[in-house]
C-alpha cells in the first residue's frame, strides 16, 4: 500500500528534511493573510464535499441500476419549515422544504441513528434531536458535533406537482457517507522519526483534528499515538453497555486510517515533551520529532485516599477490558460504586440487572447536585432506588479489606461496612497532563492546559484540546473554562486542525451532552456553571420534565428527560447567538405550556 502508513520494511526516505530546520518563509498564504505553516500541502482536488455515493450527479461509470427514483409527495404536501420523512422502496430518505426549495438526504444521524425528522431544522441545517450534531442541508455536511461522517444528499426535482427523489441505493442503505480526504504525498518509513504533525491521544478530539487536517487537502505525515491498545472507540458507551467490545466501540478501523494516511501507534506513553527541540520522548526510549503537536490526553482517574490499596477487583474504568471484567465480576454477586458522577451513576445502573446488589457512595446530599440542581438529582435517585440501588451519600471510603489479594468489603467513614466482590471508582477525573510539568507548556493551578481561541498553547505549533484544556468560552465573555464533553472534544480537534493549516477559527458551538441510565436519557445543553435558579416544567415524579438552569435573568442551559427535541430547540436558539429571558420561561410554566417550544422560535433578543 502505497501512502505514508506502509508497512515496516526498508523503504528509501524521501521526506523534505529541510522541514526539520528553523520555519522558513513560504510563499503561500493562509487566507488571513499570514504565512501558512503548511503551504506546500495540496489540496484533494474537490471542489465540494461530495462523495461517491453522492447521487446529486450521475457519473458515467454509475450505472443506472444502481440508482432509484420514486414520487414522494405533492409539493404542497409540505409547507417551508417542514421535513418529512419518505420511503424511496430500497430506502428512506429525510425531505425538507425550506425557502419554497426541496432537498433531500440520510433520514438517520450517522452518530447514533436517531430519526432526523423529529430534529430541528433551522436556517439551512438540521440538528439532532438525541446530541445535537447539525447537519447542512444542501452538502449534507456535518457542521456541528458529535459524530465523524456527514450525510449522503439525493437529487430533487419536481415535475407536475410532484417531488421526486433519485438516490444511489448504497447511500440509502449506508445512510453515511465520509468526506473526501487528501493522501500523504511523501514516502515514508514508519520507523522515522519525525512527523508534520504529531497528535498525542486517540479519543473524539485527536481523531477529528487528523480528520480534518486530511479533508482539507493537508498531505503531509500524520502520526497519532496513545496509550490505548486498540484504535479510537466510543469511550461513553463503556459505562452504559459494559459487556461491548473494542470492535463494536470502535470509531474508525485499522484499515480507515491506513487508507487515509493516518498512522496510529498504540499502547505508546509520553513521557516529556522538549519544546525547544520540538520533539517527544516516550516511555520506551522512542523520540519523535515534530512540526506541529497536538495534545489531547484527556483525563486521568482522580486518586483516592484509602487503607488496602492493594486488593484487586477495585477499577477505573477506563478501556472495554475494565468494562468487560467489572461485568463479569459482578454477576449475582456485591458491587459497590465509589462516586456520583457520571459514570459511576451509570455503571450503577448497568449493574443493578447483573449483580446481587449495587451499593453507591457519594459525598454530596444527592447525585447530580452540582451539575443539574438538587430538585432533578432527588428525582433520579429515586429511579435509581426504585431499581434496587442502595445510596450512601455524604460518606467517604476509609477502607478496603480483601483476602488474598481480593476485595471484600468496603468500611466507609461512618463505620458502615459494605460487602463488595467488585468495586468501581467513578469520584470524578483530573486532566492526564502529569507529563508536561516541565515542558515549558502553561499549566494552570489544577493542572489543565491553557489555549486561546484557536487552541493553541503558550507555545508556538502546539495546540491542545479536549478535556486537558482550559479555553475562552464566547457565551461567558470569552473566560477560560473546561467543559470536558464528548462533543466539545470534537470541536476543539476542528479548530486545532484549521489553526494548524492558517486557516483560524473559533469556537461556535453549544456545549451538549448526554446520560442513558435505565432507558432513560438524560440530555443537557449549555453551560450552567454558576446557576443560580432553576425552572421546572414538567412532572419530576414521572421524568418527564424540562429544567431551565437561569444566571441572573437569562437561561444558561436546559436538562430534560422525554421532552425530545426541546434540548436540540434550546441549544439552536442559544447557537444562534440569541438569548431565552428567565421570565419568558416563568411565564410559559404558570400556563402549563410544559414542553411547547414552539415559542423559542421567536422569543428571545440580540
Known amino acids: 500500500m502505497g501512502g505514508c502508513f506502509s508497512k515496516p520494511k526498508p523503504v528509501e526516505v524521501k521526506v523534505e528534511l529541510s522541514l526539520l530546520d528553523k520555519e522558513k518563509e513560504v510563499d503561500g498564504l493562509s487566507p488571513n493573510g499570514k504565512a501558512s505553516p503548511f503551504a506546500e500541502c495540496r489540496p484533494n482536488g474537490a471542489l465540494a464535499h461530495g462523495s461517491d455515493d453522492d447521487s446529486t450527479l450521475l457519473p458515467l461509470y454509475h450505472k443506472p441500476r444502481d440508482y432509484v427514483e420514486a414520487s414522494v409527495c405533492h409539493v404542497k404536501d409540505l409547507e417551508n419549515g417542514q421535513m418529512r420523512e419518505v420511503d424511496l422502496g430500497s430506502g428512506r430518505a429525510l425531505l425538507i422544504k425550506e425557502h419554497g426549495e426541496f432537498t433531500a438526504m440520510g433520514h438517520k444521524c450517522p452518530h447514533y441513528g436517531a430519526p432526523l425528522v423529529k430534529g430541528v431544522l433551522s436556517k439551512g441545517h438540521v440538528r439532532c434531536p438525541w446530541h445535537g450534531a447539525c447537519f447542512n442541508i444542501a452538502t449534507g455536511d456535518i457542521e456541528d458535533f458529535p459524530g465523524l461522517d456527514s450525510l449522503p444528499i439525493f437529487q430533487v426535482r419536481v415535475e407536475k406537482d410532484k417531488v421526486i427523489i433519485r438516490a444511489n441505493k448504497q447511500a440509502l442503505q449506508s445512510q453515511k457517507r465520509s468526506k473526501p480526504m487528501a493522501r500523504c504525498s511523501a514516502v515514508i518509513n514508519s520507523n522515522t522519526g519525525f512527523s508534520h504533525v504529531l497528535i498525542i491521544g486517540s479519543g473524539p478530539a485527536g481523531l477529528v483534528c487528523a480528520e480534518t487536517l486530511r479533508q482539507e487537502g493537508f498531505t503531509d505525515r500524520i502520526v497519532m499515538c496513545t496509550m490505548d491498545k486498540h484504535p479510537p472507540y466510543d469511550r461513553p458507551k463503556l459505562s452504559k453497555s459494559l459487556e461491548s467490545t473494542a470492535e463494536q466501540l470502535r470509531l474508525r478501523s485499522m484499515d480507515f486510517l491506513q487508507d487515509h494516511d493516518i498512522e496510529l501507534l498504540t499502547e505508546k506513553e509520553v513521557v516529556a515533551i522538549d519544546v525547544k527541540t520540538q520533539s517527544v520522548i516516550f516511555e520506551d526510549g522512542l523520540r519523535m520529532e515534530y512540526r506541529k503537536l497536538f495534545i489531547a490526553t484527556g483525563s486521568r482517574p482522580k486518586p483516592m485516599n484509602y487503607k488496602g490499596k492493594d486488593v484487586r477487583n477495585v477499577f477505573h474504568l477506563r478501556t472495554p477490558e475494565d468494562a468487560n471484567s467489572i461485568a463479569r465480576l459482578a454477576n449475582n454477586k456485591n458491587a459497590v460504586i465509589v462516586g456520583t458522577s457520571f459514570v459511576g451513576m451509570e455503571v450503577a445502573a448497568a449493574l443493578t440487572d447483573k449483580a446481587h446488589s449495587v451499593s453507591v457512595i457519594g459525598i454530596e446530599s444527592v447525585p447530580f447536585k452540582k451539575a443539574l440542581g438538587e430538585k432533578v438529582g432527588k428525582a433520579i435517585m429515586k429511579l435509581f432506588e426504585a431499581n434496587r440501588v442502595k445510596f450512601y451519600m455524604l460518606n467517604e471510603v476509609s477502607e478496603m479489606v480483601g483476602h488474598h489479594g481480593q476485595l471484600k468489603e468496603v468500611v466507609l467513614k461512618s463505620g458502615k461496612v459494605l460487602r463488595a466482590d467488585v468495586c468501581v471508582i467513578g469520584a470524578g477525573s483530573v486532566p492526564a497532563t502529569g507529563f508536561l510539568k516541565q515542558s515549558g507548556i502553561h499549566l494552570d493551578s489544577k493542572g489543565f492546559i491553557t489555549?486561546?481561541?484557536?487552541?493553541?498553547?503558550?507555545?508556538?505549533?502546539?495546540?491542545?484540546?479536549?478535556?486537558?484544556?482550559?479555553?475562552?468560552?464566547?457565551?461567558?465573555?470569552?473566560?477560560?473554562?473546561?467543559?470536558?464533553?464528548?462533543?466539545?472534544?470534537?470541536?476543539?480537534?476542528?479548530?486545532?486542525?484549521?489553526?494548524?493549516?492558517?486557516?483560524?477559527?473559533?469556537?461556535?458551538?453549544?456545549?451538549?451532552?448526554?446520560?442513558?441510565?435505565?432507558?432513560?436519557?438524560?440530555?443537557?445543553?449549555?453551560?450552567?456553571?454558576?446557576?443560580?435558579?432553576?425552572?421546572?416544567?414538567?412532572?419530576?415524579?414521572?421524568?418527564?420534565?424540562?429544567?431551565?438552569?437561569?444566571?441572573?435573568?437569562?437561561?444558561?442551559?436546559?436538562?430534560?428527560?422525554?421532552?425530545?427535541?426541546?434540548?436540540?430547540?434550546?441549544?439552536?436558539?442559544?447557537?444562534?447567538?440569541?438569548?431565552?429571558?428567565?421570565?419568558?420561561?416563568?411565564?410559559?410554566?404558570?400556563?402549563?405550556?410544559?414542553?411547547?417550544?414552539?415559542?423559542?422560535?421567536?422569543?428571545?433578543?440580540?
Open 451 to 606: 489555549v486561546n481561541k484557536n487552541m493553541q498553547t503558550n507555545v508556538d505549533g502546539v495546540f491542545a484540546g479536549g478535556d486537558v484544556v482550559m479555553f475562552p468560552f464566547p457565551p461567558r465573555n470569552n473566560k477560560k473554562v473546561n467543559i470536558p464533553h464528548w462533543q466539545m472534544a470534537h470541536v476543539h480537534g476542528k479548530v486545532a486542525a484549521l489553526s494548524m493549516m492558517g486557516r483560524a477559527t473559533e469556537i461556535k458551538t453549544v456545549p451538549y451532552f448526554w446520560s442513558a441510565m435505565f432507558g432513560k436519557t438524560i440530555r443537557y445543553a449549555g453551560y450552567g456553571d454558576g446557576f443560580d435558579d432553576v425552572i421546572i416544567q414538567g412532572d419530576l415524579d414521572e421524568l418527564r420534565f424540562v429544567a431551565f438552569y437561569t444566571r441572573s435573568e437569562e437561561v444558561v442551559s436546559v436538562t430534560s428527560m422525554n421532552y425530545d427535541p426541546i434540548v436540540s430547540r434550546v441549544a439552536e436558539v442559544l447557537g444562534s447567538g440569541k438569548t431565552i429571558k428567565k421570565r419568558d420561561v416563568e411565564m410559559l410554566t404558570r400556563l402549563g405550556k410544559t414542553g411547547d417550544i414552539s415559542w423559542l422560535i421567536d422569543k428571545g433578543s440580540q
